[in-house]
C-alpha cells in the first residue's frame, strides 16, 4: 500500500507489477506499453465484447475476465477489467424489480381518471391513500459517510416480532389515519376505513385509493359499504403497480428517519419510535417530506427497460 501512495497508483496495479516481476524478472517491468503486460483486445474484439455483454450481462469483473480469456486468449487484472469494463461504457450497478404484470394501459387510464377528480373535486369531497406497512424489529444497514479506516457495524436484533399498521394518507392536508392490529385484515380494513370516515365529519365523499389485497376486496366489507348515507368511495388501483399509491413513498421515509443505522434493543423501544415518527415527525416536517411523498405519478413501461432474463 505504501508503494502504491507514492506512485500514486492502484494497490491493484503495484500486485500486478510484482506478479510480473516474479514471473520474468526486471524486464517484464521494462515495456512502456502497459498493455503488452496484461490483455489487450482489438478494437474489432471490444466492439463484439460490447455486444456481447450487452445481451449477457455478467455480475463480476472475475466473470468478464474469464469470457476473454476463453474467447479472445487474453489475461486481464481485476483493475484491467474495470477500466476496460468502463471504456466500452458499463457501470456496476444493481437491477431493480419491474412489476412485470402492471398493464400500461391501465396505469394510463388510472392516471387520466386521478387527474380528472383532482381537477373537478368539489371543496366538500377529500382524496387519501391506503397501505399497510409491516416494520420488522431489526436493524436496516444503510450508506452513510463514516471514518475511512474503520470498518462500522450494527448490532443485529435475534428476534422477529414486527408491527403491523393500516393506515390512510391525505396529500393535501397531510392528515393521518392508522390502525395497528395482530394481523392486516378484513377487521382492520374495516376499523380504518371507520377511523377514516370520522376523521373527516365535514366531507360529503371521501376517495380512498388503495391497492387489490383480498382484504380490501373482503365480502365483510360491503354491508357497511353499501350502507346508506356512506361517505367511502373505494378506487383500486391497476394490478401490479404499487408505484401508483404515494403512501408506499411514505414508508421509505419512515424507515429513513427510523430504522435505517439505528438499533432498537427492545422491540417496545422500537414500536414506540416508529409511532412518533407518525405522530410527531410527520406532522412537523410535511414541508420538508411532500416534495418525496407526491402524487407525481408516472407510466412503467417494460420496454424502457432492459430486462434481464
Same mark, same amino acid.
Given at each position: 500500500?505504501?508503494?502504491?501512495?507514492?506512485?500514486?497508483?492502484?494497490?491493484?496495479?503495484?500486485?500486478?507489477?510484482?506478479?510480473?516481476?516474479?514471473?520474468?524478472?526486471?524486464?517484464?517491468?521494462?515495456?512502456?506499453?502497459?498493455?503488452?503486460?496484461?490483455?489487450?483486445?482489438?478494437?474489432?474484439?471490444?466492439?463484439?465484447l460490447?455486444?456481447?455483454?450487452?445481451?449477457?450481462?455478467?455480475r463480476?469483473?472475475?466473470?468478464?475476465?474469464?469470457?476473454?480469456?476463453?474467447t479472445?486468449?487474453?489475461?486481464?487484472?481485476?483493475?484491467? =477489467?474495470?477500466? $476496460?469494463?468502463?471504456?466500452l @461504457?458499463?457501470?456496476?450497478?444493481k437491477? %431493480? &424489480?419491474?412489476p #412485470?404484470? +402492471?398493464?400500461?394501459?391501465?396505469?394510463?387510464?388510472?392516471?387520466?381518471?386521478?387527474?380528472?377528480?383532482?381537477t373537478?373535486?368539489?371543496?366538500?369531497?377529500?382524496?387519501?391513500?391506503?397501505?399497510?406497512v409491516?416494520?420488522?424489529?431489526?436493524?436496516?444497514?444503510?450508506?452513510?459517510w463514516?471514518?475511512?479506516?474503520?470498518?462500522?457495524?450494527?448490532?443485529?436484533?435475534?428476534?422477529?416480532?414486527?408491527?403491523?399498521?393500516?393506515?390512510?394518507?391525505?396529500?393535501?392536508?397531510?392528515?393521518?389515519?392508522?390502525?395497528?392490529?395482530?394481523?392486516i385484515?378484513?377487521?382492520?380494513?374495516?376499523?380504518?376505513?371507520?377511523?377514516?370516515?370520522?376523521?373527516?365529519?365535514?366531507?360529503?365523499?371521501?376517495?380512498?385509493?388503495?391497492?387489490?389485497?383480498?382484504?380490501?376486496? =373482503?365480502?365483510m $366489507?360491503?354491508?357497511?359499504? @353499501?350502507?346508506p348515507?356512506?361517505?367511502? %368511495? &373505494?378506487?383500486? #388501483?391497476? +394490478?401490479?403497480?404499487?408505484?401508483?399509491n404515494?403512501?408506499?413513498?411514505?414508508?421509505?421515509?419512515?424507515?429513513?428517519?427510523?430504522?435505517?443505522?439505528?438499533?432498537?434493543?427492545?422491540?417496545?423501544?422500537?414500536?414506540?419510535?416508529?409511532l412518533?415518527?407518525?405522530?410527531?415527525?410527520?406532522?412537523d416536517?410535511?414541508?420538508?417530506?411532500?416534495?418525496?411523498?407526491?402524487?407525481?405519478?408516472?407510466v412503467?413501461?417494460?420496454?424502457?427497460?432492459?430486462?434481464?432474463?
Amino acid at each position: 500500500m505504501r508503494v502504491a501512495d507514492a506512485l500514486f497508483l492502484d494497490t491493484g496495479t503495484v500486485r500486478t507489477w510484482r506478479r510480473s516481476y516474479e514471473a520474468d524478472g526486471i524486464s517484464s517491468l521494462e515495456i512502456s506499453d502497459y498493455s503488452k503486460r496484461e490483455g489487450h483486445l482489438s478494437f474489432e474484439q471490444e466492439a463484439e465484447l460490447q455486444v456481447h455483454l450487452s445481451a449477457h450481462p455478467m455480475r463480476t469483473s472475475g466473470e468478464v475476465r474469464a469470457y476473454i480469456e476463453q474467447t479472445y486468449g487474453q489475461r486481464y487484472s481485476h483493475p484491467g =477489467a474495470i477500466k $476496460l469494463m468502463t471504456r466500452l @461504457g458499463f457501470v456496476y450497478k444493481k437491477p %431493480k &424489480l419491474l412489476p #412485470l404484470q +402492471a398493464s400500461p394501459q391501465a396505469q394510463e387510464n388510472f392516471i387520466a381518471d386521478y387527474e380528472e377528480l383532482c381537477t373537478e373535486l368539489p371543496a366538500d369531497e377529500a382524496i387519501v391513500f391506503v397501505d399497510a406497512v409491516h416494520p420488522e424489529h431489526q436493524s436496516r444497514p444503510a450508506y452513510g459517510w463514516f471514518p475511512k479506516h474503520c470498518q462500522p457495524v450494527i448490532a443485529a436484533n435475534s428476534g422477529r416480532k414486527r408491527m403491523n399498521i393500516h393506515a390512510a394518507l391525505n396529500l393535501e392536508t397531510f392528515q393521518f389515519q392508522y390502525v395497528e392490529a395482530l394481523k392486516i385484515n378484513a377487521e382492520s380494513t374495516l376499523g380504518l376505513l371507520k377511523k377514516i370516515e370520522t376523521a373527516y365529519p365535514n366531507k360529503r365523499h371521501i376517495h380512498v385509493f388503495l391497492d387489490n389485497a383480498r382484504y380490501h376486496h =373482503a365480502r365483510m $366489507l360491503k354491508p357497511w359499504l @353499501g350502507a346508506p348515507n356512506r361517505r367511502i %368511495k &373505494l378506487h383500486f #388501483l391497476p +394490478a401490479y403497480a404499487p408505484h401508483l399509491n404515494p403512501i408506499e413513498r411514505l414508508w421509505g421515509v419512515m424507515h429513513k428517519h427510523v430504522t435505517h443505522n439505528k438499533h432498537y434493543a427492545k422491540f417496545n423501544d422500537f414500536a414506540a419510535a416508529i409511532l412518533a415518527f407518525f405522530h410527531k415527525t410527520l406532522p412537523d416536517k410535511w414541508p420538508q417530506f411532500r416534495n418525496t411523498i407526491t402524487d407525481n405519478f408516472r407510466v412503467i413501461k417494460n420496454e424502457k427497460h432492459m430486462l434481464i432474463q
